[in-house]
């Protein structure tokens, strides 16, 4: 089994900024992509960014240019930079892995709630 705790959400307003964390325990070994979904109330969970083990990253059209996905390996762990947020941008906030064989695995989800 793979354990996920995120950390970093809060309350922030429209303009500032925010880091997420989340550090991965357990079963570690082949994971390919660490990556942050996110759902805000009534609608499904979405993408947000991605990384792959090598460094390649994939981000959703909404948040280019002003999130920014990395991850530690060594300490086996992702963080999501989160600049110029915006009152869209408030939503539960999940990390995610996926091993090479396709399982993944969730955390329990943080709060981001940006306010005007």
């Known amino acids: 089994q793979v354990q996920l705790v995120e950390s970093g959400g809060g309350l922030v307003q429209a303009g500032g900024s925010l880091r997420l964390s989340c550090a991965v325990s357990g079963s570690i070994f082949s994971i390919n992509v660490m990556g942050w979904y996110r759902q805000a109330p009534g609608k499904q969970r979405d993408l947000v960014a991605a990384?792959?083990?090598?460094?390649?990253?994939n981000y959703a059209d909404s948040v280019k240019g002003r999130f920014t996905i990395s991850r530690d390996n060594a300490k086996n762990t992702v963080y999501l930079q989160m600049n110029s947020l915006k009152l869209e941008d408030t939503a539960v906030y999940y990390c995610n892995v996926k091993r090479f064989d396709g399982t993944q695995f969730w955390g329990q989800g943080t709060q981001v709630t940006v306010s005007s």
């Open positions: 990384i792959t083990r090598i460094g390649s990253t």
